[in-house]
């Protein structure tokens, strides 16, 4: 496999065609690919935190990873997600789970349970109405990856 960076088109159009329980984010920051034998096995769209208190400047989340099964993308793009997200100077990643999903493919990448979080009652409010989706009333899991902290000499 191989890590290539996508438009934000192209992988809002793969996740759509796609995963199983969303529908692609509004935007992001950046997109990767995974290629394998010339064909694209999964994509990853990294934006900022949907939660205003993990919008810290310093933290990305992954808002959106699809692929239809093929081994091993999912950690391989978790992973690629990371090296990016440092490259570009960010210091923390974090991403969610429902319910139900193992996070094999975080654990494999590094990541780690930050949280285990309770379901929302949904995104509606009177000042901005929402559609729902049917996926607001499962607890989720945050999975975070950090740069390492060094202990103060």
Not at 18 to 33: C, M, T, W
Not at 69 to 76: D, I, T
């Amino acid at each position: 496999m191989a890590i290539v960076p996508l438009p934000f088109s192209t992988a809002s159009d793969y996740v759509n065609q796609i995963h199983r329980s969303h529908r692609a984010p509004q935007g992001h920051k950046f997109s990767l690919g995974a290629v394998a034998a010339g064909d694209l096995v999964g994509v990853a769209i990294v934006g900022r935190p949907v939660a205003r208190a993990m919008d810290d400047g310093l933290t990305v989340e992954v808002t959106r990873l699809a692929t239809p099964g093929h081994p091993n993308a999912c950690s391989f793009l978790y992973g690629a997600v990371w090296r990016a997200a440092r490259a570009l100077g960010y210091r923390r990643a974090i991403t969610y789970t429902q319910q139900g999903e193992s996070g094999a493919s975080l654990r494999a990448a590094g990541w780690r349970n930050a949280a285990d979080c309770r379901a929302r009652p949904g995104w509606d409010t009177p000042s901005r109405p929402r559609t729902s989706h049917g996926t607001e009333q499962i607890p989720r899991t945050r999975w975070e990856i950090t740069l390492p902290t060094h202990p103060t000499r």
